[in-house]
Each structure stands twice: as structure tokens, then as C-alpha cells.
T-cell receptor
Framework: GESVGLHLPTLSVQEGDNSIINCAYS??????FIWYKQESGKGPQFIIDIRSNMDKRQGQRVTVLLNKTVKHLSLQIAATQPGDSAVYFC?????????FGSGTKLNVKP | GAVVSQHPSWVICKSGTSVKIECRSL??????MFWYRQFPKQSLMLMATSNEGSKATYEQGVEKDKFLINHASLTLSTLTVTSAHPEDSSFYICSARGTDGHYGYTFGSGTRLTVV
């Protein structure tokens, strides 16, 4: 599969602050990306997706930015809450299969 | 919303035995199901893709005779770890993609396999 990697393995933020999680991907032909949240011992949960014809997409408290020039994705979480503590993965679509990045653990400090 | 049920959630087996893990789509038909493996503090590694009624496609480096995948219906796929050994201990997760055009897909809750 393609290589999808993250810059930061662990991110600690204060409750109420904004969080930014980054991801680099290697396949310039990838046309669809998803951010997932995984809590300990559970399967990944869909957070937000973006297609390659967009550079920004917003959801509830989350925004995904896509920079195709440098093959970079970011996930922004506004007003981070304790319930946001988890591992976050970006996933890259390659021929209808998803390949996951290495993950970032988000710790939200009260 | 789309729900994927995975069973069992955890299993302990003796070395040399086989273990079957089930993945069911509860409220939608899944033409394609995917099986992932995840080691502690690591990412999900795609093992194989299964399409209903056809043979699974395995990722490079995954032993198809070791990890048997069956996708006999549009709602059920099974992964059997044959002759399990301690190094097969891992978290196995399935996901399913529906027939309704939904492009993303839903994950099961995972199965923790421990081989002793």
C-alpha cells in the first residue's frame, strides 16, 4: 500500500484549546481521504472526509485541510474536549482500499 | 446509520489451534469487506479485501493460507487464523463497504486475539 505518515506521534493540549493534527501522504494520485478517531480497544470511527478536488471541509468542531501540492492533510479540532482524547489516523484511498497513517495520540488536559 | 458487528470481541487460544472471527453488516449489504491487523500503539495494516462470492485479495506479505477469509453473503465475512502462534496475537478489525454508493466505510469494534 501507499505510505501515509504523521508528523507528531503525541499531542497534548489544554481543554478548550484548538488541536491540529498533521498527516503526510505519498501517493499524489489519491483522490479521497478520511480522518478516523480510535479509542482504546475499539475500532476506528469516521470523523470527516475530503476529496482531492477540495482543499477544505468543515464539520462540527472539525475541519480538514488538504494541500495537494505538498501532499499534506491536517485535522483541526476546535475547543478540544476531554472526550476528544484518542488516537487519530488519516487514511488514504488507493483503488478503493484505505491505507492508514501511523497515528497521533491526542491527550486533552483538563 | 451503518453498523458493523464483529465477534468475538476477544479470544484466547492455544498455540496450534484455529480461531474464526466474524464480521457482520447489520443494517446494510456489504459487497466489500476489509480485514485489518493492528499491533499495540501502531497503525492499522490492511491484510485483505474480500468481495462477496469471490476470493479474497491479500496484501503483499500476508499469508493467505494462514489467514483464511470467506465472504459467503452480503452481510457476513469471516477471518480464520489457522494454526495460530503467539506472533499472531493482535487486534483484528474488519470494515464493510455498502452497496448504496456510500463511499466511506464502517468499522467493527475489533477482536483482541491472544495466542498462548
Amino acid at each position: 500500500g501507499e505510505s501515509v505518515g504523521l508528523h507528531l506521534p503525541t499531542l497534548s493540549v489544554q481543554e478548550g484549546d484548538n488541536s491540529i493534527i498533521n498527516c503526510a501522504y505519498s501517493n499524489s494520485a489519491s483522490d479521497y481521504f478520511i480522518w478516523y478517531k480510535q479509542e482504546s480497544g475499539k475500532g476506528p470511527q469516521f470523523i470527516i472526509d475530503i476529496r482531492s478536488n477540495m482543499d477544505k471541509r468543515q464539520g462540527q468542531r472539525v475541519t480538514v485541510l488538504l494541500n495537494k501540492t505538498v501532499k499534506h492533510l491536517s485535522l483541526q479540532i476546535a475547543a478540544t474536549q476531554p472526550g476528544d482524547s484518542a488516537v487519530y489516523f488519516c487514511a488514504e484511498n488507493d483503488f478503493n482500499k484505505f491505507y492508514f497513517g501511523s497515528g497521533t495520540k491526542l491527550n486533552v488536559k483538563p | 446509520g451503518a453498523v458493523v458487528s464483529q465477534h468475538p470481541s476477544w479470544v484466547i487460544c492455544k498455540s496450534g489451534t484455529s480461531v474464526k472471527i466474524e464480521c457482520r453488516s447489520l443494517d446494510f449489504q456489504a459487497t466489500t469487506m476489509f480485514w485489518y491487523r493492528q499491533f499495540p500503539k501502531q497503525s492499522l495494516m490492511l491484510m485483505a479485501t474480500s468481495n462477496e462470492g469471490s476470493k479474497a485479495t491479500y496484501e503483499q506479505g500476508v499469508e493467505k493460507d494462514k489467514f483464511l477469509i470467506n465472504h459467503a453473503s452480503l452481510t457476513l465475512s469471516t477471518l480464520t487464523v489457522t494454526s495460530a502462534h503467539p506472533e499472531d496475537s493482535s487486534f483484528y478489525i474488519c470494515s464493510a463497504r455498502g452497496t448504496d454508493g456510500h463511499y466511506g466505510y464502517t468499522f467493527g469494534s475489533g477482536t483482541r486475539l491472544t495466542v498462548v
